[in-house]
Each structure stands twice: as C-alpha cells, then as structure tokens.
C-alpha cells in the first residue's frame, strides 16, 4: 500500500464530493489545517482512517489507491454513509442524497451537496424551486428549496382503484377538512407539543368557540383516532382530557395541496415523459 499518496487521494475525493476542507476536518474531528496538511504530503494518523473513507463512502483501501472491489456495493457505500454520522444530520444526508437520485435519472450530476447548499442561498426564502421525473414506471415530485424541502416517490401500482379508494371515504374527510374550525384545530394542535394533554376549553381559549362547538370537534378528532382520551373525576366532576397523536400525513397533504393551488412553475430540472393515465 502506497501511504504516501493517502493526501493526494484525500484531496480527489474532497472536490469530486465539493466539500471544503473545514467540512471534512468537522467530521473527523480534526482542524481544517490538520486536513491541509495532509492533502500537502502529510499523513493522517491511522485510527482516523475509518473515518475519512466513511465520510466519503468508500473502503480504506480506496485511501490507498487500491481498487474497490465486489466486495464494495453502493448499498454498503450509502449504509456506511448514512449510519455513520450523528441522528441530527442523517435526515439533511438523506435528502442530498435523494437529490442526487433525482438527477441520476436525468443521466447526470448537475451539482454536488455542497454546491446544492450554495445555490439554496442564493434563492429567497419564499422562492421555491423545483425537480420532477414523471415516467410510466413512476413520478418522483421534489421540493428543493427554500420554502420547503421534500422527496416524494411513486412506483406505478398495477391496482390504483383497489389502493387509493377501497373502504376510503374521501369526501367525508375532506367535508370536515373544508369546516374552518375544525381545520384551524388540526393546525393548532399541530404547532402544539404532542405530549402536552388538554381538554376541550384549549379550543375555547386559543380559538375563540363556543364549549359546544370544541366538544363537537375534539369528539370527531376522537372519533378519526387522532386524539387519545381519558377521563378523570377532579372535585367529584368527571373530566375528560384528551392528548393529540400527531401524523405526519396531515403536513405531507398541506404540501400538495398547496401544489395543486399554487402550482408549481420554477423547475431545476423537469422531464414529463409520461403517457398513460395516472388512475388506471
């Protein structure tokens, strides 16, 4: 193994990946000088080596200029990749990962993560850009940035009527989703902490209804299972105290709904190769 070129290669990689020098010393836990000397003829010491092939998702070998072999799929590259780092970035890796997808199926890379980030601050905060990949075999939708980011993936079904509609009452939900007090409730509750417990005078107090009318809607949030509840007697009265059971549903709806009344028109990249009809 030729350990002095472990530097060179460290430099390869960090401009093929378009991170800096302070990224890199960051994750390893070393300073950006520390990073410089190596790429400059030094040699990091050998208990950081693991490290630095991790946060490049490549063998140890690979820093020696060996040749990945078999044994070294791009499944095992992201598993090392994504499981290495802390809970707190693995979801922001996740999502540059998918951008990355999303642009592999163009049959190119426009842009690496760190160049996504750059470009991210050169939009307003309302600005929102999209990328979207609608084939036969499925639709990718993706928000990129600034207002919101998200991932969406959706292989065609061979039986759309049997998986969107059978036993689902759409109009029902979207009958109470159309009351603005019981709309203005879910988003309440939503901005709430989850574990915080509650009874139906919180309606009263943040919403201004009638007790009547917040007893009706915590009954029909209990009765759609989004609320768990409870009864406890205080002062010889029966009270019932509710908590809220929060679905990440309900804000990935808020995201497409608000698709289908502001439509989207700023595309980083766009490919509408689809013909067959998306219900059937």
Wanted: with cysteine; charged share 30%; net charge negative.
């Amino acid at each position: 193994m030729n350990v002095d070129c472990i530097g060179k290669r460290i430099a390869e990689l960090r401009r093929e990946k378009g991170v800096k020098q302070d990224e890199l010393a960051k994750y390893v836990g070393v300073t950006a000088q520390a990073v410089s000397k190596w790429e400059n003829g030094g040699v990091p010491d050998t208990e950081l080596l693991p490290r630095i092939a991790d946060f490049f998702s490549i063998p140890t070998d690979s820093l020696f200029g060996r040749e990945v072999g078999e044994y070294f799929t791009v499944e095992d590259a992201i598993l090392r990749d994504i499981s290495s780092r802390d809970p707190e970035e693995q979801i922001a890796r996740v999502f540059e990962l998918c951008w990355i997808m999303e642009q592999s199926m163009y049959g190119m890379i426009f842009s690496g993560p760190q160049r996504f980030r750059e470009e991210a601050e050169l939009h307003e905060e309302n600005d929102q850009v999209y990328s979207k990949m609608l084939r036969d075999s499925g639709y990718t939708e993706m928000g990129l940035f600034n207002r919101m980011q998200y991932f969406l993936l959706v292989p065609d079904s061979p039986d759309k009527d049997k998986a969107l509609f059978d036993g689902i009452d759409y109009p029902a939900l979207f009958k109470l989703l159309g009351e603005k007090d019981f709309f203005d409730t879910l988003v309440m509750l939503y901005r709430r902490e989850s574990t915080n417990s509650f009874t139906a005078k919180l309606l009263v107090k943040e919403l201004g209804l009638s007790p009547e009318r917040a007893g009706e809607i915590v009954a029909k949030l209990h009765e759609m299972n989004l609320l768990g509840k409870t009864v406890a007697e205080i002062d010889d009265e029966q009270i019932e105290i509710y908590l809220f059971c929060p679905r990440p549903a309900f804000i990935s709806m808020l995201i497409f709904a608000r698709e289908m009344i502001d439509v989207p028109n700023n595309f980083y990249v766009s490919y509408e190769g689809r013909k067959k009809p998306y219900l059937k």
